[in-house]
């Protein structure tokens, strides 16, 4: 079992930036894939950034490419994901999960955190 917490979230003006975080617990985190996903209200969750275990290797959705950068820090078992340039549309709850492998489809994920909510007001 792997536990995730994710933190960093809050309001902020369009622009802005915010620095997400989210803490591993249980099994060892330097053997998994991470990834950032995010559900805006009325949506479907979609992937935004994953990063493979050694942190060597991203993805990111084209929708915040240039504008996120997910990174990771083994010794201290925590995934970041830097969001800069923030826009309205990236207002969702986002959350952190956990795979074998990188990948960008939900199902091959294995382990979620409970979310954080992100607002950026216009």
């Known amino acids: 079992q792997v536990q995730l917490v994710e933190s960093g979230g809050g309001l902020v003006q369009a622009g802005g930036s915010l620095r997400l975080s989210c803490a591993a617990s249980?099994?060892?985190?330097?053997?998994?894939?991470m990834g950032w996903f995010r559900q805006a209200p009325g949506k479907e969750r979609e992937f935004v950034a994953g990063?493979?275990?050694?942190?060597?290797?991203?993805y990111y959705a084209d929708s915040v490419k240039g504008r996120f950068t997910i990174s990771r820090d083994n010794t201290k078992n925590t995934v970041y994901l830097q969001m800069n340039s923030l826009k309205p549309e990236d207002t969702a709850v986002y959350y952190c999960?956990?795979?074998?492998?990188?990948?960008?489809?939900?199902?091959?994920?294995?382990?979620w955190g409970q979310g954080t909510q992100v607002t950026v007001s216009s």
């Open positions: 999960a956990a795979a074998v492998g990188l990948a960008t489809g939900q199902n091959r994920y294995d382990y």
């Open positions: 249980g099994r060892t985190f330097s053997g998994y894939a």
């Open positions: 990063i493979n275990w050694s942190g060597r290797s991203t």
